[in-house]
């Protein structure tokens, strides 16, 4: 449970009480179940017909292939309502991730899939929002590295998204350099 607040071009965007609860559960000696659900009420300061509610689900299932290499699988789902229909939105999707460690170096692999609906369309637009989101991310923490316990991690993500709304439609390359706590 908790308050967070987002700021956007440096002011206040929103703010939202949220409540989480994350259950695992062991299923066998190499194998467990995450199961996740939370809630949140959004106040969003620049926009009274977003302000609503935030919910989401998974459940994954996390299996050891040997003590350096793992793989998992999760089914997600979102909802989100608005004080205005086309602001509120329902996706679910489901995610593959794979990992390996080669000496002191960890690498890993996922891939995604999702879809989105909006529940009504946008004042501007001709029809409401509906969109698949692929995703896919390849990269390595470099253990071999580590300072006090921080090791780097590098990333290369790629996504395409494809909306019924031209303004919600793009194509992304992103690269990421950063520390994890090696452990």
């Known amino acids: 449970m908790g308050e967070s607040w987002r700021w956007y071009g440096g002011h ?3 703010r939202s009480g949220t409540a989480t609860l994350d259950w695992l559960h062991p299923m066998g000696a190499r194998t467990q179940l995450i199961v996740h659900g939370g809630a949140a009420k959004v106040d969003y300061l620049r926009n009274n017909l ?3 509610g935030l919910f989401d689900a998974s459940a994954g299932v996390e299996r050891a292939l040997s003590p350096r290499a793992g793989v998992s699988a999760t089914l997600s789902g979102y909802r989100q309502t608005a004080q205005d229909p086309g602001y509120a939105t ?4 489901a995610s593959l991730l794979g990992w390996r460690d080669f000496g002191r170096v960890t690498a890993f692999a996922s ?5 989105l609906e909006g529940d009504g369309r946008l004042f501007l637009f001709p029809d409401r929002r509906r969109e698949w989101l692929l995703n896919a991310s390849a990269g390595a923490t470099l253990r071999r590295f580590a300072v006090h316990g921080f090791a780097p991690v590098v990333r290369v993500r790629l996504e395409r998204n494809w909306s019924s709304l031209g303004l919600y ?4 390359v992103a690269t990421e350099i950063g520390l994890a706590r090696a452990f």
């Open 12 to 14: 206040p965007y929103a």
């Open 50 to 52: 977003q302000d609503g």
């Open 90 to 93: 329902v996706s679910g999707g």
């Open 111 to 115: 891939a995604g899939l999702s879809r």
């Open 169 to 172: 439609e793009y194509r992304r």
